[in-house]
Each structure stands twice: as C-alpha cells, then as structure tokens.
C-alpha cells in the first residue's frame, strides 16, 4: 500500500456527496466528534473538512458548544496552527473546514519510523508552544493536545483542532461518564475534573513531546482509568528520556499548573538548545525528514452535469426481427387505411369549423346592430353618448356592445390589465472578493463599472457587503425568498451595507438596484477568516425593473 492510499481514503456510500458547496474528494479519518474529508474551495484551495456524527448534531447544548466554540476559533492565526476558513455550527450537519496541512501526523510519523531525534523533538516543542501562544491570546485552550492533533508539514509542525473538544463536553458523547480528551495526554487536572487552563495544554505539550522521544507514551499504555490514576498519582519517569530533553519536559509536567513553563519560555529554551541550527533555519531539513516525500493531493471534484441519453449504437443488431415481404404488405395496408382515415376526419372538421364562423358572423353582426341602438339614446342608456360611440369607430361601438352584453372577456385580455410578472434571471455559482464585485446589471462579470454591484470587503476584524447604490436585507431565518418578499422588506430599506457576521451558507439577502432591478443573493460558502483571501460564493437570481 502506498502512501498516498494511506493519507487518503476513498468514499464510501454513506459519504455526503456536498457540504455547503465544499464536495468531498477522499477520506481523511474519523474521529469521536465526525468524519474528516479532504476537499477544496471554488478557486481549488485543498481545505480540511470535518463533518460532526449526527448524534451530536441532535444534541442542542452541543451546538451551543460548538458555534462559541468556533467563533473563538476563527479568531486564532499562527503560523503553527491549521486556520479555521470556514463553518456553519446551524448547518445540517454542523461542519468547520480548516486549511489542509499536507503532511502526515505526529503519531503516525513515529508509528513509521520510531522515535524522533532530540534536535527534531526540539523543533517539534518550539513550533507547538508558538502555536499555544497564538491559540491562548484568543482565550482559547486546547483541551486535547495529543500526537494525532499535531500534523508535520515539511517546514514545521501545525496544530489542528484547538478548542473544538469543548463543544463535545455535556453531550451524549461523555454521557457516561467519560472526561473529554485522550487520557494518556491529559493533566492531573483535567484527569480529575477540576479548572482547566493554557497550563494544562503545557502539560499534554509535555506529554507529547516525550510520545515522540520514546515512541510511547510516557505514563505507559492499558485501560484508559489505569492512565489517568498514574498520571494523578506518581511522577513520570524521565530517566527514560534523552538527556537534554529532561529539564524541559520536568517543567512542563509539574503536578502543580502554576510551577509549568510557559510556552514563550518554551519556546525561548528550544531556541538556546538549538543554538546556530535554529538561526539558520535548519527546522525544514529535520521536517522534510520526518514528514517523508510529497504526496499528491487529489483534484477538485468537479460540479455533476446533466448528461443527455445517447441512442445505443449497433442496436438492434443487423437482420435481428427483420419483418416479412407479407408483413410489409400488411402494414402497407394499414398504412393507407389510416390515412384515408385522418383525410375524411379533416375534411368534416373543415366543414364543420365553416358553419360555425358563418354563425358567428350572424350572431356578432346582431350584438354590434343592438349596440348602435343603444348607444343611441334607447331607454336604460341615460341618453347620452360618449365621444367614443358618436363617433362610430369600431373600438367604441366594440367597447359599448361588450358592455351592454356582460361580455368582459375583452377586458380581460387587455395587456394593461394584466402585467406581465418579471422573469426571474438565475446565475448560480457567483463569486466575489475583495477584487472581483459581482454586478446586478452584468453578471457575467462585465460589470465592473457598476455603482450599485455587490463588493466584499474585510477588515482586521469582520466581513461586510458593500451595496454601493444599491438596497441590501439580509433575510433571517428565510429560506426560498420570493420576489414579492424581497419588494416587501426593501420597500422602506435604507442600508448599502451588512455585516457578516450573522451569516453563513443558506443566509439570503435581498437588494435593491438602482435601475429598478430587484435581486436575490443566497449564500453558498463564506470563507471569511483570513482577510487578505476572503471570499463568497452563492447564488444570483435577478428580477429586471421589478422594483
């Protein structure tokens, strides 16, 4: 089995076919919260897909978990960590895709090869503790550090799934009795449930570290009660570990979370051990080691498209049930039977279509005669004539026999009674960024020029559409927005522009164009957590002057 089989499972039957616009291209893995699939943003960005068990999706506290537990999220950017790029905790499954790190895992490099040497370990420590200090600052604590969760790309560690375990807590998934986290990794006092701190990521770093140095865990390995009773109980065995590393690991395992090491100080300590190799930039060599050769990442899936049936060639086979000279003749027979047939049934219909227009020229010659006179003054009529009727035009004395008679189907059929509805444009699959608005006038993508197109525009913090000139609603809790509904809530609307931050795939906006047209855009992926390659794709329906 080569490697590439190994990063990336195939699909089974109970895969989703599409998530949010994000379509699954393999498997990853699974884990206790859902399945991991790899797959890519519209401009072919391979991105990390985790899709959340059903069982949690029904469970709300998990939800109410799981969308704090993303916002926080969203806000962490390191360079040793895997970005959220996007989520939807309401969605149905819930989902999150975090940028795709192409590189295997820590408990997987070590199950390969063995134990890491010490220089590796170092850079290993230094890469994950700057990686805690960016998750940290956003208040955020792991709670499930562990080899698995650190991935090693060829220029460094990345560390996934900070502060995702937290959403789990509570749930069905601990419901008997369990305590999130992997218990070989876990501090004295998260084992025990007491408060948990950045300080008790430090201790599972420790943990980590020493994975990678012994190729074991360092409490030992059996039923996950006997760990944890190891782990509250007794002082870990660092005589097992390589010298150097034995200082360090005895600061970030201490018993007590306020006598542990930072993760600056970590990461000041690895950087002295290293010395000249970590201010060359030696990192990358161990790393390209360690991780093994590239693997090819698979391609996009691409959108399905209607396929029109072909006729079967070659079929049926030459002389297969090749009729009879008598057969021939038989439905030559038949053949000229039911065309005299269909020319006699014709000939009657004319006939009868001919007596019926004379009728009607009789019956319509009496109303226009009964329609004169009483335009002109027979009693009922008040006798008055209008401008119409005196002056004998058709169209008048038409109109007043009409009247006169109850017929209103003239009425009826009149263009001005009866406006014709605005044909509804569709444009699905619209795409805009920072650089690219999408415009109501042009769609296709011509209309850069246009005041009132739709831009999307990203501070520090936060996302916002830019209507220019145009009206903008976002529609909350709608789905399948109408025209009608769209005329409704921009009737009195004054805003040009709408945060972002209460939406997600499925949100819908209505908004109003200057010339009159009338739009609707849902929202299909929203990738808005890096700024400077944020972007949004949806779908377009435009409604012309039909404001």
């Not at 996009?300 to 006729?311: C, D, F, G, N, Y």
């Not at 042009?442 to 831009?455: C, E, I, Q, S, V």
């Not at 990203?458 to 916002?464: F, K, M």
Request: hydrophobic residues 40%; proline residues 8%; aromatic residues 6%.
């Amino acid at each position: 089995m080569d490697q590439t089989t190994e990063v990336f499972g195939p699909l089974q039957a109970d895969d989703p076919a599409a998530v949010a616009g994000y379509r699954p291209a393999a498997r990853l893995g699974a884990g206790g919260m859902g399945r991991v699939y790899l797959s890519h943003t519209r401009g072919g960005r391979p991105v990390a897909l985790k899709v959340v068990r059903p069982e949690l999706a029904d469970d709300p506290d998990f939800r109410r978990r799981f969308r704090r537990e993303v916002t926080a999220a969203r806000r962490v950017r390191g360079a040793y960590t895997a970005e959220l790029i996007d989520a939807d905790p309401d969605g149905t499954p819930p989902w999150l895709a975090t940028v795709y790190v192409p590189g295997p895992s820590l408990a997987d490099a070590v199950a390969r090869r063995g134990p890491l040497p010490v220089a590796a370990v170092l850079w290993l420590m230094a890469g994950v503790a700057e990686a805690l200090q960016a998750i940290h600052a956003e208040d955020v604590v792991h709670r499930d550090l562990k080899p698995s969760n650190v991935l090693l790309a060829a220029d460094g560690p990345r560390v996934i799934d900070f502060g995702i375990a937290l959403a789990a807590d509570g749930t069905s998934y601990t419901a008997t009795g369990s305590t999130i986290g992997t218990p070989a990794f876990m501090a004295p006092e998260q084992a025990t449930g007491g408060e948990v701190t950045a300080a008790t990521d430090v201790f599972a770093l420790g943990q980590t570290a020493a994975f990678a140095a012994l190729g074991r865990p360092l409490y030992g390995e059996g039923p996950g009660v006997n760990v944890l009773y190891r782990i509250v109980h007794s002082q870990p065995d660092l005589s097992l570990l390589p010298e150097p590393l034995r200082p360090l690991l005895a600061r970030c395992l201490a018993a007590d979370p306020a006598e542990r090491a930072t993760p600056a100080e970590i990461v000041e300590w690895c950087r002295r051990r290293l010395g000249a190799e970590a201010d060359a930039g030696g990192g990358p060599a161990v790393w390209r080691e360690i991780a093994g050769p590239e693997v090819a990442v698979p391609a996009p899936v691409p959108e399905p498209t209607a396929v029109a049936p072909q006729p079967l060639v070659g079929y049926p086979p030459p002389g297969w049930l090749r009729p009879t000279a008598e057969e021939r003749r038989t439905s030559r027979r038949r053949a000229a039977l039911v065309s005299a047939t269909v020319v006699a049934v014709g000939a009657l219909l004319v006939g009868v279509l001919a007596w019926s227009g004379v009728d009607l020229k009789d019956r319509w010659g009496t109303r226009k005669a009964a329609a004169g006179a009483t335009a002109s003054g027979s009693p009922g009529s008040g006798g008055a004539r209008s401008p119409a009727s005196a002056s004998g035009s058709d169209s008048g004395s038409g109109s007043a026999g009409s009247a006169a008679t109850g017929d209103v189907s003239g009425a009826a059929r009149s263009p001005s009674a009866s406006p014709a509805r605005p044909v509804a444009e569709d444009h699905a699959g619209s795409y805009l960024n920072a650089t690219t608005p999408l415009s109501i006038e042009h769609p296709d993508g011509k209309g850069k020029d246009d005041k009132g197109a739709l831009r999307l525009g990203c501070r520090t913090i936060g996302c916002e559409l830019d209507a220019g000139d145009s009206t903008i609603v976002q529609m909350y809790g709608a789905h399948g927005t109408t025209l009608e509904q769209c005329r409704l809530i921009l009737k009195d609307a004054t805003k040009h522009r709408w945060t972002l931050t209460g939406a997600a795939a499925g949100s819908e906006f209505c908004l109003r164009h200057p010339s009159g047209d009338v739009a609707l855009f849902v929202l299909r992926i929203k990738s808005t957590a890096l700024p400077e390659a944020a972007f949004l794709e949806g779908d377009l329906t435009v409604w012309r002057e039909a404001a």
